[in-house]
């Protein structure tokens, strides 16, 4: 046979918060599955995209930050979620920040210390280094610290080096059909890319007053005749932070729900009739048992 067998597996994206894990998969899928901003630590949830090529399949599964620090029961979920990922996957893509070398850093390398499969360095960010010669030293000082695969810089937000990535990290992937039809890019229900919207405009009206403990649940998804209703719950730490999350007259809380209305409506394209609640859970994220109540389970520790 001449052909050349088809090839899927699963790709891990691990790195600090910040350093463009979700513009990555958003840029690749091209799709808005995973949330971005400019505040760390905006993806809790492993988030899985598919993107279908020619000669294989790529699965990815983006990680929670790794967090230094926290010793609250959700900092350790997120430390687990994310060191057990990466011995579970084909292909390992380790992103930095260029020229940004930080502990937080030094922390995500450590997580690949008995790592069999192979680990790519993508150095991301290039668009915004002028001298581009600074990042020469910059790669041989982290090349010395890790055997990498392959390194690779990358711009995730402008798309610089990512077809080549892509073409790639197919040939790393071994020989297999299609997991996936390739029509499914994610296997997360709609449910979970509601809350994760909501969330996404939490964080946007919010930025630094929204505490990263905030979580979304939908309470009820509902396809009627003409329109889904969807009531979500907020649940929020204290008090303060459920004043805050409300906003003066309810302004706040208005404009976070008329803008997830929309990105909802355009994702399941329907009309949508969106309630959001905002309710106070003292405590929640420092008990391991109100954390698997939500939906953190240990199955992928
Ligand atoms: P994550 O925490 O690793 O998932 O990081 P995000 O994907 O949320 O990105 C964090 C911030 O860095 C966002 O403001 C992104 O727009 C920005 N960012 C990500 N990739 C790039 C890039 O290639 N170039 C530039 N200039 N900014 C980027
Ligand atoms: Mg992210």
New binding site residues.
Partial sequence: MSEEQFRCGYVAII??????????L?HILGLKL?????K????RHQIMGVKTLEKGQLIFV?TP?IHSGGSKAINRYMNRAASSVVHDVDVVLF?VQSLKWTDEDELVLKKLKDVEAPVVLLV?????VSQKGQLLPYISEISEKYDFKNVMP?????G?NLQELEEYLIELLPENPPFFADDQYTDRSIRFLVAEIIREKLVRELGNELPYQTTVEIERYKDEEKLTRINALILVETKGQKVIVIGDKGAKLKSIGTKARKDIEALIDRKVFLQLWVKVKSGWSDSETSLKSLGYDSDIN
């Fill in positions: 790195g600090r918060p910040n350093v463009g894990k979700s513009t990555l958003n995973s949330i971005t901003s400019r760390p630590q905006t993806t983006d930050g992103i991301n960010k290039v668009d915004q990358i711009s995730a937000l402008q610089d």
